[in-house]
């Protein structure tokens, strides 16, 4: 699909004629390209076709920067393809005569993640205790949950029984996980993890235990300073 749409483009850059049209189409293209660079990582991408130096400078990674050769239009000006369309129209809203993003953020996301088996890079959950029957796990007597929210990351979850868990990077509590969020390439890495690493469960009710007793510290060396 790619391949494709770097050979329309090509197309369209070599029109001579109906500039104003070409701009306008070359720009919708733009928006394809900044998607096809969107990462799971919270980084904006703002190049289009062309890589800019703000996206070089903050978008590192490994490899080369292709230079991409603009052509010098040779089609002649009455070939200019399609004119105008309402998908153009729709993706290309100049009502401001300032070509801005089509898609949000968000969308771009979605369009990632339905291509790629893992979790959104901003998800957050509440750390919280909810009634849940499957919720077997015996958690350490000195933990309780600071409502705060956290994280979900997916190497940080562990599984008990049938559950999965996370403890919260504020606090230490060890929070249930729903499944409804995990997809099954997710559950399955998992479950290997469990697998490779039985203690895994214990090492995090330890480490619970641990960090909220470090907490209380760090809390009560805080109130006796005021």
């Known amino acids: 699909m790619w391949t494709l749409i770097f050979k329309v483009r090509e197309y ?3 029109q001579s004629g109906d500039l ?14 900044r998607l096809r660079r969107y990462e799971n990582n919270g980084r904006i991408w703002t190049s289009g076709y062309n890589y800019t130096f703000e996206d070089i400078k903050n978008n590192l990674f490994n490899g080369s920067y292709p230079i991409r050769k603009e052509l010098e239009p040779t089609r002649k000006k009455h070939d200019v393809g399609v004119k105008s369309n309402v998908f153009l129209n729709t993706i290309y809203n100049r009502d401001d005569k300032k070509y801005v993003s089509y898609f949000s953020e968000e969308e771009k996301q979605n369009v990632y993640l339905s291509l790629h088996d893992e979790l959104p890079w901003n998800l957050t959950i ?20 600071c409502s705060e929210d956290f994280y979900v990351k997916e190497e940080e979850i562990f599984m008990s029984g049938e559950e999965y868990y996370q403890r919260c990077t504020n606090c230490g509590y060890i929070v249930n996980i729903p499944k409804e969020i995990l997809s099954l390439g997710i559950k399955e890495r998992i479950d290997n993890s469990i697998k490779s690493n039985p203690d895994l469960e214990r090492y995090n009710v330890l480490k619970s235990e641990l960090e909220s007793i470090e907490n209380k510290g760090k809390t009560k060396a805080l109130t006796n300073k005021n």
């Open 12 to 14: 369209i850059k070599d």
């Open 20 to 33: 104003d049209n070409k701009k306008v189409k070359i720009d919708v293209l733009d928006e394809y390209f």
């Open 126 to 145: 509440n750390c919280s205790h909810e009634e849940n029957e499957e919720d077997k796990l015996e958690r350490p007597n000195n933990t309780k949950p």
